[in-house]
Structures are given as structure tokens and as C-alpha cells.
């Protein structure tokens, strides 16, 4: 059951309207890491990390079953940092520093305790990285999911339509999936992805409206659990992506109808993501408090009705 990750290990700096968060671990393959690890093992993490990132992090994760024979860590160097505050609608943010440090030269190697992975998931980072990961893997896997956002759009294009062409399903939000496609109908916007630029499976997130899952000519939508606070919404949407594929990875069936189910475990994810900065309640959840999140999303949904 094993599953590849492929993202970034980071330092953030947030500021909410609830507070601060002063400099804490962040990245998009340490959210994926954190919210998988809860459904399968091992979890093979490639990344890139400087001398400053904390042991005791990668103590944490490793004992959640992570490997870190992907992981390069140059220790003379910085890790990637980000800083950004949100507005009081928590949906909007302003980034206020974005530091590449090691990550700006990152070539990923993929080593061969990786190779055989039946799950591979692509956070967000240059199509050109991206690309290299699936090139890399000697048999392809099973299931290949891969994230990516507008910047990747503006300066990236070409290189973005290619390795869409490799990939099975694509996670984009409702803004990116517009500018992927020039539609504004998100109908219209699936549509087109699925059926000219390579993908199987198309997922938009819509924060805290829900995710829409498309294949051929389907269609299912997962709600948001509506929370009374939301604390950080940073890594939300990779902690979507971790337990979306972690489920797919634990089961091992990737048809649409599990699919919903995934994407019913990746809104319940990202709900505790929500509820404190960083990793925070990612770190502490258990089986049972997830078990009991998606009786609350089966809640949420749940109606009988006599058909006319």
C-alpha cells in the first residue's frame, strides 16, 4: 500500500484574524504527510529541506510511518519559508514573503526503496519537477493525483499541459480550474480538462464550500463540515489531498464510487486542519476522532425522501 509524495517542507508565518503564528512547520508534502499517514504506511516523502528544519518534525512524522530516503537535506542552507495574513473572510490572503532558499534549485531523486509505489501524489511545485518525479518511476503507479496553482498557469503553461498528459487526477480550486480552461462554467471547465488535456479525474476545491469531484460524465459534490471557527486555513487543501489519497492507497480501489468516499475523508481531513495553525491538530488526531468527523459529514448529508 505503499505511497509516494512529492512536495514541500517548510516554515510558515501566519496571521489570521484570530492571531499569529509566529514561524511554524508548514509545506505542502508535510500536510499530505500528516493527514495520509492516518491510512497507510509507508509513506515515501521526497522533498528538500535546509539545516534549519527541525529534528524533532521529522521524528513526529517518521514515527506516523514516513520514510525519508527522498528527503535531501542541505544542511549549510535555508528551508523554503512563507509568510502571509488572511482577511476576515479567511478565504482571501496577502502573501507578505516568500523565501524559495533550497527549494528554488530543487531536483528531486527518486531512490529505489521508492521504486514500486502504487500511489503517487505531486504537491504543488514547477510542472518541470513534477514531470521529473513520474519520469523517474521505473513502473508507473497505479494512480498518479497531482496538485498545482495559477502562478504554474501565468509563467508555466506549456510545461503545465505537459505533465497533465501524464497524470490521473488533477486537484485544482474553481479559480485555477477557469484559468486552466477560459470557461467560466465549471461544468464546461471539467469538461474541457478531462477530455483534451489528459486527466481522468478532475477534483475542484472550493474551500469552505465543498469539493466537486468530475469523471467522464459525472458529477459528485462533498460538502465543507461548517465550523464554528476557523483558526488557518493554510494547508487545508493538502491535507484534502492526503486523506483523498490516502483512503484511495488504503483500499487500493481507485473507481469513482470510492472516489466519493475519498473525497468525503479529505473534507473530513482538512475540517481538523482548520482548527489550529499548522500541523497542530494534525499532529494529535486519532482513528477514533476520524471516525467520528465522518459520522458528522454522513450527518451532514444524510435525508430520505419519497420520490414523486
Excluded at 508535510?30 to 509507508?42: H, L, R
Excluded at 533550497?102 to 509505489?117: A, K, R, T
Excluded at 464546461?188 to 468530475?214: D, Q, S, V
Aim: negative net charge.
Amino acid at each position: 500500500m505503499s505511497l509516494t509524495v512529492v512536495g514541500s517542507m517548510a516554515f510558515d508565518d501566519i496571521e489570521t484574524p484570530f492571531g499569529k503564528s509566529g514561524r511554524i512547520v508548514g509545506g505542502s508534502a508535510t500536510f499530505i504527510a500528516w493527514a495520509a499517514s492516518n491510512f497507510v504506511k509507508p509513506i515515501n516523502q521526497v522533498s528538500v529541506i535546509g539545516g534549519d528544519f527541525p529534528q524533532e518534525e521529522l521524528d513526529a512524522l517518521g514515527a506516523k510511518g514516513v520514510a525519508f530516503d527522498g528527503v535531501q537535506v542541505k544542511k549549510d542552507e535555508k528551508s523554503f519559508y512563507w509568510a502571509g495574513r488572511y482577511h476576515m473572510d479567511m478565504n482571501t490572503r496577502d502573501t507578505l514573503a516568500t523565501e524559495l532558499n533550497v527549494l528554488g534549485e530543487f531536483q528531486p531523486v527518486i531512490p529505489d526503496s521508492y521504486q514500486g509505489s502504487e500511489f503517487l501524489i505531486l504537491g504543488n511545485l514547477t510542472p518541470q519537477v513534477q514531470l521529473s518525479v513520474i519520469k523517474q518511476m521505473k513502473t508507473r503507479p497505479k494512480l498518479i493525483v497531482m496538485d498545482t496553482m495559477n502562478f504554474w498557469m501565468e509563467v508555466a503553461m506549456d510545461d503545465l499541459k505537459t505533465v497533465l498528459k501524464e497524470v490521473d487526477v488533477l486537484l485544482v480550486n474553481d479559480g485555477e480550474a477557469r484559468q486552466l480552461t477560459g470557461e467560466f462554467s465549471l461544468v464546461k471547465a471539467a469538461r474541457t480538462i478531462l477530455t483534451t488535456m489528459g486527466p481522468k479525474y478532475l477534483i475542484i476545491k472550493k474551500g469552505e464550500h465543498g469539493a466537486l469531484l468530475f469523471h467522464e460524465n459525472h458529477v459528485f459534490f462533498a460538502p465543507a463540515l461548517p465550523l464554528e471557527e476557523v483558526f488557518d486555513p493554510t494547508g487545508a487543501g493538502d491535507t484534502f489531498a492526503g486523506g483523498f489519497i490516502g483512503h484511495l492507497a488504503k483500499t487500493k480501489d481507485i473507481s469513482f464510487e470510492n472516489m466519493k468516499t475519498a473525497i468525503i475523508v479529505g473534507s473530513a481531513m482538512a475540517s481538523f486542519c482548520v482548527e489550529r495553525f499548522g500541523v497542530g491538530r494534525l499532529r494529535e488526531i486519532t482513528a477514533e476522532d476520524i471516525s467520528n468527523r465522518l459520522e458528522q459529514f454522513v450527518q451532514l448529508v444524510n435525508f430520505d425522501i419519497d420520490l414523486i
